[in-house]
């Protein structure tokens, strides 16, 4: 029942959970209120009952997974894989088999393949935090979705934050795919050229097309509109897509998208707002081993009730030739 309730509180409101806004509607606000008084009264009727407390911590895992899968945007524009917890992961890139012409019954030249291995790293990611075991126990509903709104909003950050920091190490300043744009800003003549080079670096693996994506935040990213319609540089497809749409969802084939401001608890950005990248979809792998692991106990010399959360990540940048960092003023 415990892990019923708790779940309709963080699941019925999107928005109440993600940005801290009551519902609108009586209807649903009242269906909020309703909720939330349930699961207080159910709180005080089972605090002393540790199974309680395992199936809340439990709701809170299965809260952070779903914020993992489906509200981070970096699984969009970089490869992203879901394995078991105690598996290790490698990429592995196989090479030199050749293709010969040859006349009707001829020899075939042979060439042997090489295998190239790349073991993932690992690192652990989260988040501890406690309450006095009264005040949580009055409160119990505001302070589960409080810790699952701001949990799943620093992990979005921190994971968001490795993903570019390691795309800023695979291509610093001295990097022949760093682009500096910093004299003539971002011109169309740069993003076409750093589209073209991307597309040209990735190569056929017989999967499929691999998407080309345009990153970056609202102040270069919105000046991509501007580009595709500005007095002598005409491009029909993207004119008529800002028509019907209101903004450019593509751009040359590259999907574009606008990331938040990702700040840390101090307001610092760290998503550089005079960086533009456009990555190649094979540009690295990102792997989460397992799912999220919510823990919670009760600190009995000093009544505090704590709960933690850790996740087992990993990325890796192998083809930095597949991106572009385009640096502007």
């Known amino acids: 029942m415990g892990t019923t309730v708790l779940s309709e509180l963080l699941g019925s409101q999107g928005t109440v959970q993600r940005f801290g806004r009551l519902p609108v509607e009586k209807a649903k606000l009242d269906e909020y209120n309703a909720i939330k008084k349930a699961l207080n009264e159910e709180a005080k009727a089972n605090w002393d009952e540790p199974a309680w407390h395992r199936e809340q911590a439990a709701t809170l895992a299965a809260q952070y997974d779903y914020g993992f899968e489906f509200d981070n945007l970096f699984s969009s524009y970089v490869q992203t894989r879901n394995v078991g917890f105690t598996d290790k992961e490698y990429i592995r890139e196989r090479r030199g088999l050749r293709a010969y012409w040859t006349h009707r019954g001829g020899y075939v030249d042979e060439s042997q393949i090489t295998t190239e291995d790349f073991e993932v790293p690992r690192d652990t990611i989260g988040f501890h935090v406690s309450e006095f075991d009264d005040k949580l126990q009055v409160g119990f509903a505001d302070s589960m979705e409080a810790m699952a709104a701001l949990g799943n909003a620093r992990v979005e950050v921190e994971l968001n934050r490795r993903v570019f920091t390691l795309l800023q190490e695979a291509i610093p300043s001295s990097s022949d795919y760093y682009v500096d744009a910093t004299s003539g800003g971002l011109t169309k003549e740069v993003l076409d050229d750093s589209i073209r080079e991307t597309w040209d670096a990735v190569r056929p693996d017989g999967i499929g097309p691999v998407p080309v994506t345009i990153i970056g935040r609202a102040a270069l990213v919105d000046q991509i509109s501007d580009l595709s319609t500005a007095p002598g540089t005409f491009d029909p497809a993207a004119t008529e897509e800002l028509r019907a749409r209101g903004y450019v969802g593509s751009y040359r084939g590259a999907q574009i998208i606008r990331v938040r401001n990702y700040t840390d608890e101090d307001g610092v950005s760290f998503i550089p707002d005079n960086e533009l990248w456009v990555v190649a979809g094979t540009v690295g792998t990102f ?22 959360m850790r996740q087992d990540v990993g990325g890796l940048i192998y083809h930095p030739e597949q991106a572009r960092r385009v640096v502007t003023s």
């Open 287 to 308: 792997v989460r081993y397992g799912g999220a692991k919510v823990r919670e106990w009760l600190e009995n010399t000093v009544d505090y009730r704590h709960y933690r």
